[in-house]
């Protein structure tokens, strides 16, 4: 059962995010480039979205960031680095340019997949295969 707790609560917050997901229309290119689209017809309805998820998130991390472990007993690993590099804003301008061009982002990519969606299962396998890439480009690294 020690075990086993911590996988019902990743696969309950997982079914969840999910849930929020699909009610919230992020797995739906068309709504999603519709918000991205702030020279054409853009649809603001998403951005209510976010508030909503900071508005629920910002509470919890504020408590998690003044406990050592989980209500599982899992050492907390809270990100607490302000540091902005080359990296980062790389790594950042290649998440917008995928979101901007298939309107996925990974967590509604995987939704869209499960539901069968065959173009979200182009972009969970193209960026499968980019965290291959990364991950072989970071073993070859001295």
Not at 1 to 7: D, G, H, Y
Not at 38 to 55: E, F, Q
Not at 59 to 84: D, E, M, Y
Not at 107 to 129: C, D, E, I, R, Y
Request: charged share 10%.
């Amino acid at each position: 059962m020690r075990k086993t707790a911590p996988l019902l609560a990743a696969l309950l917050a997982g079914l969840v995010f999910g849930l929020g997901l699909l009610l919230s229309g992020m797995t739906d290119p068309a709504k999603v480039l519709g918000f991205l689209d702030l020279a054409g017809h853009w649809d603001p309805s998403l951005a209510l979205v976010m508030l909503g998820a900071i508005a629920v998130a910002a509470p919890a991390f504020a408590w998690a960031r003044r406990r050592p472990r989980s209500l599982l007993g899992a050492p907390l690993q809270v990100p607490s680095s302000r540091h902005i590099d080359r990296r980062l804003v790389l790594g950042g301008l290649a998440f917008g340019a995928g979101w901007g061009l298939a309107g996925f982002c990974p967590g509604p990519a995987l939704v869209s997949a499960a539901a069968g969606h065959a173009q979200a299962w182009l972009f969970v396998l193209a960026m499968l295969a980019g965290m291959g890439l990364f991950s072989l480009l970071q073993r070859a690294k001295p």
